[in-house]
């Protein structure tokens, strides 16, 4: 069974940090691009950030870049999302996912571009 389970939001006070995990069990994880989503309340779920597995490259939503930093770990069944200087509209519910393509990130990062979803977790920045 396939899943995704994202770890390490919480509350944050502004300019702060926090690093998201995303643990993929039940399928080859290594195997997969992972993407990582967030949606803020009345908002569209917006792509954040996407790493390969075939190159390890990296891609980023023009307003992350600088800020947010993904990794992946293989031999942990994990990606990361490293978040810096967090702003109070970074507020938002953050969720990872397989690509359907694969090894590679989509070029558009529509939902239906990613297959499996975790249930998502909480960030709130706020002071």
């Known amino acids: 069974q396939v899943q995704l389970v994202e770890s390490g939001g919480g509350l944050v006070q502004p300019g702060g940090s926090l690093r998201l995990s995303c643990a993929g069990s039940g399928f080859a994880f290594a195997y997969y691009a992972i993407a990582w989503f967030r949606q803020a309340p009345g908002k569209e779920r917006e792509g954040i950030s996407c790493?390969?597995?075939?190159?390890?490259?990296?891609y980023y939503s023009d307003s992350m870049k600088g800020r947010f930093t993904i990794s992946r770990d293989n031999a942990k069944n994990t990606v990361y999302l490293q978040m810096d200087s967090l702003k109070p509209e970074d507020t938002a519910v953050y969720y990872c996912?397989?690509?359907?393509?694969?090894?590679?990130?989509?070029?558009?990062?529509?939902?239906?571009?990613?297959?499996?979803w975790g249930k998502g977790t909480q960030v709130t920045v706020s002071s």
């Open positions: 996912a397989t690509a359907v393509y694969g090894t590679s990130c989509p070029p558009q990062w529509t939902i239906n571009a990613f297959g499996s």
């Open positions: 790493i390969s597995s075939s190159d390890g490259n990296t």
